[in-house]
């Protein structure tokens, strides 16, 4: 990878939208939110986290919350997803409400020291 600061740096990540958005539940069976996106690693074609959206009406006042995908299980009998953390601590975790942010190394190591989990080497793949 160059160095130079002329070279553009591309982004590892590219953020795939949900159509129908998938339901995200609590270990309580509490309705949280739904996923809005999966950020997908370019290289392997592996999702690193899921981008919640919590609140809002009728489309508005929404917030989003990057999760380490890790973190959710996905349940198929009822179709939808498990977040294994409790929502106060999801709800106090980083998110955006008009301009995601640029999601590079630096935000996700963000994202996984808020949750404890591992950091995830993102130019590997």
């Known amino acids: 990878m160059s160095t130079d600061p002329q070279t553009p740096t591309t ?5 795939a939208n949900v159509a129908h958005s998938l339901k995200v539940e609590s270990r309580d069976g509490d309705q949280v939110g739904s996923v ?21 009406f009728l489309g508005m006042g929404k917030s989003f919350y990057p999760l380490p995908f890790e973190l959710l299980q996905f349940d198929p009998v009822r179709d939808l997803y ?5 929502r106060r601590m999801l709800e106090g975790g980083p998110s955006w409400a ?3 942010p640029m ?18 080497d993102l130019s590997a793949g």
Do not use: P
């Open 103 to 120: 999601f590079d190394q630096a935000y996700a190591d963000r994202v996984a020291s808020y949750y404890g989990v591992g950091r995830e």
């Open 98 to 100: 008009n301009n995601a």
């Open 36 to 56: 809005y996106a999966l950020m997908v690693h370019k290289g392997s074609g592996r999702t690193t986290h899921a981008v919640l959206s919590l609140g809002g």
């Open 82 to 86: 498990v977040v294994t953390i409790d």
């Open 11 to 15: 982004q590892l990540l590219v953020q």
